[in-house]
């Protein structure tokens, strides 16, 4: 189970005085991870606890509103990822192009925010990307919650988009002007009690890999589910680890990285249909570059017998459709 998630303590990544040994081990560890499963633990984050707790209790008590006020604020079409997302509403599975039930959660999702009045993010090319935030009237914490751990979140991102570029012997700053108007989104996913036997193949969230650059993931350790695809086939729970994001690589640094590093399969199971306080809340970021930045076969990641295994592509044209598919019908 190490071997499947290994945890990586990148403190160093958030103090100036670090030293140039500490950043490379940590770009080691890192690499290792990215090359074999895809997912990691990361300790010593930089996110408040407080700030995590806040979010937890304001979105418990959004999800706890009865149905007709939580669809005040439901997702206007399906290419947006933004306001409620309802029970049955998502189908996950969908973006490896299979079909199943439809996903056993509820939840709502933010993008950036307070952004400035001009045409980068205003105008019809920022769009899904940057499309507009739906707040609900309650609880009134939810909005300020969001925001502030969303900026935490942030701050670890870029860290470690710095220790990327080092594990994969680019400058420093390479990803610095392809996330520095990043259209990322934030999605507290709510899992209710199971109360029904699921229908055949119904999951709490289907297989999939993350179209992002990265995930990072934080969850209640009391509930499991979330399982992850390993190279040999095999399913591996990840281990309940508190005070760590879980982080995992996405389909865009995947073809960055020209496969080197791995975009993993993983879904998030049933509890048992008995399981007492079998709720559970995730959150997480889905950490995306710029609309507009392209993405191509890295110069450190290709060799003569290891030619580019994708065509370049931007950020809009890969995310947009394929997220859309995921839209469903709600029960």
């Known amino acids: 189970m190490a071997d499947a998630f290994p945890i990586v303590d990148i403190a160093p990544l958030l103090q100036p005085d670090a030293s140039r040994e500490q950043l490379a081990n940590i770009a080691a560890q890192i690499n290792a991870a990215c090359e074999t499963i895809g997912f990691f633990g990361v300790r010593g984050h930089g ?22 006020e939580k669809r005040r604020v439901v997702r206007p079409k399906p290419e947006q990822n933004r306001g409620y997302i309802a029970y ?12 199943t039930p439809p996903d056993l959660k509820e939840l709502f999702a933010i993008g950036p925010f307070d952004l400035p009045d001009e045409p980068y993010f205003t105008g019809p090319a920022a769009y899904p990307s940057l499309a507009a935030n739906l707040w609900p009237d309650r609880p009134p914490g939810l909005m300020p919650a969001l925001k502030a751990y969303w900026r935490d979140v942030e701050r670890l991102a870029w860290a470690l988009c710095g220790a990327y570029a080092q594990a ?26 199971a109360q029904t036997i699921p229908l055949p193949g119904q999951l709490r969230a289907g297989e999939h890999t993350d179209l992002s650059m990265m995930t990072l993931l934080y969850s209640d350790n009391a509930v499991g589910g979330l399982q992850v695809k390993t190279r040999a086939g095999q399913w591996t729970d990840a281990p309940a680890m508190p005070d760590t994001f879980v982080v995992n690589i996405g389909d865009l640094m995947m073809r960055w990285t020209n496969d ?10 049933n509890p048992d249909i008995a399981a007492i306080n079998s709720r559970r809340l995730s959150i997480g970021m889905d950490f995306i570059p710029n609309y507009d930045a392209n993405v191509a076969c890295l110069d450190t990641c290709a060799e003569p017998d290891q030619p580019p295994r994708y065509q370049p592509i931007t950020v809009t044209e890969y995310r947009t459709e394929r997220f859309a598919r995921t839209a469903g019908t709600a029960r």
């Open 47 to 68: 996110v408040s606890p407080a700030r995590i707790r806040a979010l937890y209790d304001a979105a418990y008590a959004f999800f706890d509103l009865p149905m007709d």
């Open 88 to 99: 049955g509403d998502e189908t996950l599975a969908r973006l490896a192009g299979r079909e």
């Open 168 to 193: 994969l012997g680019l400058p420093p700053g390479f990803f610095s002007d392809k996330v520095d108007r990043h259209i990322s989104q934030l999605r507290v996913m709510h899992y209710p009690a």
């Open 260 to 269: 080197r590093w791995v975009s993993t399969p993983h879904r998030v199971v």
